[in-house]
């Protein structure tokens, strides 16, 4: 006979007590880092009652384990120089994952205060141009417009690497 896990009899789910609630969070935490409702979140999914989920997560928050003033700077910063994102999509992501707004938006101007967005923009536009070199300047530029707004980059500073990029105004939207 093959092991059961309790409650596939009664096709319940199972329900994590507050111990075995904080060794999910722990091994959650041990891969990377969580925001404060994500990880309640995750753990209500795995059979958290909402209070033990609470419970759980506030007592690793107040032990230093999950912050969300750290989670948002270090994903607002590899985000945006590894995937070469600008700060509206990055407000947006961290907003997505529950964090506050002030904690966002001084997440997002740490993450731009080695190099600002503009110069940014303008590595990112440099990497994808040779790919959109096929096309005529126009729609080159249309295209480059349009893959550096999904980014996230602001229109402003679009237009601006645009112009500079492809010799092609972009005009106001």
């Known amino acids: 006979m093959t092991a059961r896990r ?3 009899e009664t096709g319940r789910p199972r329900l994590l ?3 075995r609630a904080r060794a999910v969070a722990l091994d959650l935490l041990s891969r990377r880092g969580w925001t404060r409702r994500d990880l309640r979140a995750r753990l209500r999914r795995r059979g958290a009652p909402a209070e033990v989920a609470e419970a759980v997560v506030a007592d690793l928050e107040a032990r230093g384990y999950v912050d969300d003033r750290a989670f948002a700077l270090g994903w607002a910063e590899s985000r945006a120089r590894g995937r070469a994102l600008g700060s509206r999509r990055l407000r947006q992501e961290l907003t997505a994952r529950g ?3 002030p904690l966002v ?3 997002v101007r740490e993450a731009f205060a080695a190099d600002d967005e503009e110069t940014r923009a303008r590595e990112a536009a440099a990497r ?3 790919l959109l070199r096929r096309a005529t300047p ?3 530029g249309r295209r480059l417009q349009a893959w550096l707004l999904r980014r996230g980059f602001p229109g402003d500073i679009v237009r601006r690497v645009v112009r500079d990029a492809c010799g092609v ?4 939207e």
Do not use: K, S, Y
């Open 17 to 19: 007590d507050a111990p």
């Open 6 to 8: 309790a409650g596939a």
């Open 169 to 172: 105004a972009i005009p106001d």
């Open 105 to 107: 938006d001084a997440a």
């Open 128 to 130: 994808r141009l040779p």
């Open 99 to 101: 964090v506050a707004r």
């Open 138 to 140: 126009e729609r080159a």
